[in-house]
Nanobody
Framework: QVQLVESGGGLVQAGGSLRLSCAAS????????MGWFRQAPGKEREFVAA????????YYAESVKGRFTISRDNAKNTVYLQMNSLKPEDAAVYYC?????????????????????WGQGTQVTVSS
């Protein structure tokens, strides 16, 4: 089992940037594909981005493509989400998540069921 702890959330003005981090512990980090989801009040938890074990392939929700970048450092057991050009609609609790699945080249890992482990979340607030 892997434990995930997010950090880096906070309050930012629209148009600003934040970088979220997720530190993993407990098992070999490079054994897991990683992802980020978010949940705004009254809404379903939604997929944001994912990255394969090696970092060689990334996936993004259409709503964040071109603005957000997911990356990982396997030596530091950490996955990051760089968020630029933030909009008020990006405000949510952001969750880090780990997957034990091996995704085929054509697979889009956008479902909650693709992931086995979750962090507690970090709040992102965007003021207009």
């Amino acid at each position: 089992q892997v434990q995930l702890v997010e950090s880096g959330g906070g309050l930012v003005q629209a148009g600003g940037s934040l970088r979220l981090s997720c530190a993993a512990s407990g098992r070999t980090f490079s054994n897991y594909a990683m992802g980020w989801f978010r949940q705004a009040p009254g809404k379903e938890r939604e997929f944001v981005a994912a990255i394969t074990r090696s970092g060689g392939k990334t996936y993004y929700a259409e709503s964040v493509k071109g603005r957000f970048t997911i990356s990982r450092d396997n030596a530091k057991n950490t996955v990051y989400l760089q968020m630029n050009s933030l909009k008020p609609e990006d405000a949510a609790v952001y969750y880090c998540t780990a997957s034990t699945m091996y995704w085929s080249d054509s697979y889009y890992p956008g479902n909650r069921g693709d992931y086995a482990y979750w962090g507690q979340g970090t709040q992102v607030t965007v003021s207009s």
